[in-house]
């Protein structure tokens, strides 16, 4: 069982920068790879990034190529998304999901663990 805690979300103006946190409670993190999805209201939700186990494979949605970056410190167990120039479309609530396998993967069907959100809102 992982138990995944999102930090970091809040308000911030059109062209600002975020940088959210996803804490795991895993006792061998780099097992496990991680994404991170949003979810606007009245929308799906959709994948944003995720990361390997081992940190070294990491992919983005075409959206938000170039602007975020998805990183990991296995050693705090810790998933983290650097945001910047970000648009009000990007206003949602924020989930990091993690699942038992290596490699990452885009969509939200196949991760089984998931923490309850942080809300991001960016104001134009």
């Known amino acids: 069982q992982v138990q995944l805690v999102e930090s970091g979300g809040g308000l911030v103006q059109a062209g600002g920068s975020l940088r959210l946190s996803c804490a795991a409670s895993?006792?061998?993190?780099?097992?496990?790879?991680v994404g991170w999805f949003r979810q606007a209201p009245g929308k799906e939700r959709e994948f944003v990034a995720t990361?390997?186990?081992?940190?070294?494979?990491?992919v983005y949605a075409d959206s938000v190529k170039g602007r975020f970056t998805i990183s990991r410190d296995n050693a705090k167990t810790t998933v983290y998304l650097q945001m910047n120039s970000l648009e009000p479309e990007e206003t949602a609530v924020y989930y990091c999901?993690?699942?038992?396998?290596?490699?990452?993967?885009?969509?939200?069907?196949?991760?089984?663990?998931w923490g309850q959100g942080t809300q991001v809102t960016v104001s134009s």
């Open positions: 999901a993690a699942r038992p396998v290596e490699r990452g993967s885009t969509g939200s069907s196949a991760y089984w663990y």
């Open positions: 895993c006792r061998i993190f780099s097992t496990n790879s």
């Open positions: 990361i390997s186990g081992n940190g070294r494979s990491t």
